[in-house]
């Protein structure tokens, strides 16, 4: 598989923010910008430098965010926001999530694991109602909106932890 098949995109280029949408469109807009930004940190590299715990003793790496966030868009809209249970994708037989454990992860099938989850992120947000349709995570009820907001929350937080890493990297920076 290629960068840019992997990734799904080329390093310049990420999905426009809408300016004058209405909500929806506009959050979901802001979350692909987001999820594209770390496609784009990702860009370019080998599969060395995407396991590569960059800033050590950090368990940090590219390819760990990339599952990370795999992870996070299954729990919060497939698991939280549609009620499907599913199991979370690498897990320590203590139940611990071990998405930074990379040493040996496929970077294809890290992608292509948070490639689908996005999109079927996509699915359920366009299916929903209205921002105000709830999920559930036990007793706790969370809105759409308040799901989207969290995830570009998510997102963006991380995106700041994936620029150190491909600068230490290989020297990129930017946006």
Same mark, same amino acid.
């Given at each position: 598989? =290629?960068?840019?098949?992997?990734? /799904?995109?080329?390093?310049? @280029? @990420?999905?426009?923010?809408?300016? %004058?949408?209405?909500? @929806?469109? %506009?959050?979901? /807009?802001? $979350?692909?910008?987001?999820?594209? =930004? ?40 497939? #698991? ?9 994708? +690498? ?24 490639? +689908?989850?996005?999109? @079927? ?35 963006? +937080?991380? #995106? ?8 230490? $990297?290989?020297?990129? =920076?930017?946006?």
């Amino acid at each position: 598989m =290629t960068d840019a098949q992997r990734t /799904g995109m080329t390093a310049d @280029r @990420r999905t426009e923010t809408p300016r %004058t949408a209405d909500e @929806r469109t %506009t959050l979901a /807009g802001f $979350l692909d910008f987001q999820r594209d =930004t770390l496609a784009m940190k990702c860009a370019g590299l080998t599969t060395e430098q995407l396991r590569a715990r960059a800033l050590e003793p950090s368990a940090l790496s590219l390819l760990g965010l990339v599952r990370h966030l795999a992870e996070v868009e299954r729990g919060w809209f497939r #698991n939280v926001l549609d009620g499907e249970g599913l199991p979370g994708f +690498r897990k320590h037989p203590d139940g611990s999530f071990v998405e930074f454990d990379v040493e040996d992860a496929d970077p294809d099938e890290a992608f292509a694991s948070w490639h +689908r989850e996005c999109d @079927r992120a996509r699915e359920l947000v366009a299916a929903a109602e209205s921002l105000d349709v709830l999920g559930h995570h036990g007793e706790e009820v969370f809105p759409l909106r308040w799901i989207l907001t969290h995830m570009i929350e998510e997102y963006a +937080r991380h #995106n700041g932890h994936a620029d150190l890493l491909r600068e230490h $990297l290989d020297g990129s =920076t930017g946006e």
